[in-house]
């Protein structure tokens, strides 16, 4: 998530940048329908997945850093793991937490990836908005890269944050367009974190 804030920083209204260091891990899928699990014993769904890890919507709190049983059927096969939560938010009462898996059998793993591969396909996650010849062009992708001459993000980001974004490019010389950039990239890797600017 890009978070926008109207402070000034380096010549661009608004532009307040956080560096964060960060690696590539593992391609995550949302899941066009959440699949009902159970997470420490308590219901939860899972909403996004990777062959490291899931994000869970779920009523009750989770055990911060302790590791945890969490199943869930797929296609009439068994999806069995132990997680960790790595992070968690709370809205209205609602829970979502990252959780990184732990301990996977053989066979619930060979599940999980038949469960992204068939997730992923056709399913556009993001937003890649280029610009040519000084006129914005957007499309639903599911290539989360970064373009020669734009940005790409979650399909989820906010519209108030893709016009700030656009607008910080255009008027931004090479090095802000390159934070830019990396910061859109930055956001797909984590969607956990926030990023203000």
Not at 70 to 82: D, P, Y
Not at 131 to 147: C, E, F, S
């Amino acid at each position: 998530m890009i978070g926008v804030t109207t402070n000034l920083s380096r010549g661009i209204p608004g532009a307040q940048w956080i560096c964060v260091e960060t690696r590539r891990r593992s391609p995550r899928v949302t899941l066009l329908q959440p699949i009902a699990a159970l997470a420490g014993g308590e219901r939860a769904y899972v909403v996004d997945a990777s062959i490291i890890g899931v994000r869970l919507s779920h009523s009750a709190p989770l055990p911060a850093r302790k590791p945890y049983a969490v199943s869930l059927e797929w296609h009439g096969a068994h999806i069995e793991f132990t997680a960790e939560v790595r992070w968690t938010n709370e809205l209205a009462g609602e829970y979502q937490s990252g959780c990184e898996i732990q301990n996977i059998d053989p066979a619930s793993s060979v599940a999980l990836r038949g469960l992204l591969e068939s997730s992923d396909e056709r399913t556009p996650l993001y937003e890649c908005h280029e610009l040519t010849h000084g006129v914005w062009r957007k499309k639903a992708t599911i290539d989360p890269r970064q373009p020669e001459s734009g940005f790409t993000v979650l399909s989820t980001e906010s519209v108030h944050t893709i016009d700030f974004l656009r607008a910080a490019y255009a008027a931004g010389d090479r090095k802000m367009r390159e934070r830019i950039r990396k910061l859109a990239e930055l956001s797909i890797e984590h969607p956990e974190r926030r990023y203000e600017m």
